[in-house]
């Protein structure tokens, strides 16, 4: 009996070999077109990846260069715009779209559009810089939130510095950053009388941060005062 049992739970190999090559020999334009199109795309891929983008991030790169170079020594308006012969800021932006140079080419025309005061200008290009650079990044999500906050938006200002607190709390930058941003967060919510996120992010100063920083000392005084308020 147990025998009859297990010869009817046996599959027969041969039945499921011929199957399958019955479904092959129908199929078998579909599959060859599906992994064609497999192919194609792969080939497509590495294509563009190796024969255009990477050539062109290196380009990219050595016209940020003379750029860098210039913001260095102060020469904004060159490095802005170039002097004809080399690219600048504005020309990289344009002609490198995509690159991680010209992410970071928005990144310093920010910084120069914020020096000269036009805050939306300069909004508009730290907007298009690279979040994702550990400490570029960073300092784009707080200009953000300092530029709207020159722009009168203060719940956009507080809710951008308070995300750059957060990116810099998990960053190399954190004893750097962090305790600027909460503190420079926490200046905001206070403006728009939301003392209790302000108190959370002060408390977060002088509880994990160097107790030295000028950050903290500003960050104890002004959670003193809205505590005495309470």
Known sequence: MAKEQKEEVLVNVGDVYTRTEQFVDKNRKALAIGLGAVALAFIGFFAYQYLYQNPREQEAANALWRAQ???????????????GEYDGFESIIENYRGTKAARLAHYYAGIISRDNGEFQVALDHFMEADFGDETAGILAMGNVGDMHVQLENLEDGARWLE??????????????LGPIYCLKAAKVYMELGNNSKAINLLQEVTDQYDSKSQEYGEAAKLLAMLKSQD
């Open 163 to 176: 995300k750059a607190a957060r990116e810099a709390s998990s960053s190399s930058s954190r004893d750097f």
């Open 69 to 83: 170079q210039w913001m260095e020594i102060d020469s904004t308006a060159l490095a802005l715009n170039g002097d």
